[in-house]
């Protein structure tokens, strides 16, 4: 037998109701925002990624599905299964030229994304993201809004026991001079940290900070490490940036936590960045994560345009989320004749109720064993029904059976 690769999944009945609802839920409360739905490939060229994510990033490094087409000139046809989707939907918006359009331009997506890691509880090889982009607009009540979206987003699924963690990177000029800072504090430690962290100092060593290896948790612990790391090194408009943020997130009510050690896994953020934690996680208990990119569409061949997003992993939300079965159809219709049966489905539907039908050839017994399982009702379409025109419904609940001569009592 031919199974399902690791690290992917099929989904099906209720659970495939419960993720329509979710891009449902997503899809109303962006809409009302303004944002509106991008669908961008789930391949694209491997440069994209390599300069749009990051070559220090660990995606990148390791966890990217590459493919050489095109025979023999393989290497000018390097394509990548999507890790991520700011990269693409950066892509697109260079692509049919967006920045010609009065900002903000916003969008949101949902779809699968691809990495390949071990597969373990909370990761899987082919997972999906509902993530939003906004352009065009440097302005912290951006921000502040994207950050709120996210807390909307998780509160119309009904889940309020979470945190939010922010902290803001700064800019290309101060960023810089925290990096060198950072080197400096951690070089005497540098050879008890982790391999990945040895890379990392030399690529991105903020990331070290984002280490979960309890060796470089141990080195990141110590005071004098701490000291550098929580000062306030960022300059004074990333700081007047920041501090606009936080004010309006107080005004709006919003509780959240200040985390130096947040930096995210990605090369390209600045300034905000942003992670929305539910003790119920685990290990993996970050469900959304997000921040500024204001120099990404830059860097891809585009305008200087700011920009910021988050994404939400798909399947931790459906591990969060309380689950709701799928509504049965109103009516089943017992019939060992089609074609009445199907001309009666058809008009129901038309009429607005949900109807199947079944295909005949059984016992009337096991067409109502089926109908018990399905449907709400059955409509017993026999000969004396045909015949005499009315129509038997059974509740398939209480079991009580009745007459209906008027088909607009179906309805
Ligand atoms: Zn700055
Ligand atoms: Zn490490």
Redesign the pocket.
Known sequence: MIKAQRGTKDILFDESYNWERIEKIASETFRKAGFSKIQTPIFEATELFNRGVGESSDIVNKEMYTFSVGGAKKNENSITLRPENTAGVVRAYIEHNLSRLSPPQKFWYFGPMFRYERPQAGRQRQFHQIGIEAFGVEDPSMDAEIIFLAINLLKSFNLSDFEVELNSL??????EEYKNSIKEAILPYLDKMCPDCKVRYQKNPLRILDCKQPSCQEILGLEEIKKVVLKDY??????N?FDTLTNYLDELGINYKINKFLVRGLDYY??TVFEIKSSHLGSQSAILGGGRYDSLVETLGGPKTPAIGFALGVERLYSLIEKVEVQKPDYYIVSNNQKEALKLALKLRESGKSAEFDYGNRKFSKQLEKASKTAKKAIILGEDEINQGFYSVKDLSSSEQIKVDNYNDLI
């Open positions: 700064g800019c290309k000029t101060c960023k960022i300059c004074p408009h990333c700081k940036h600045n300034r």
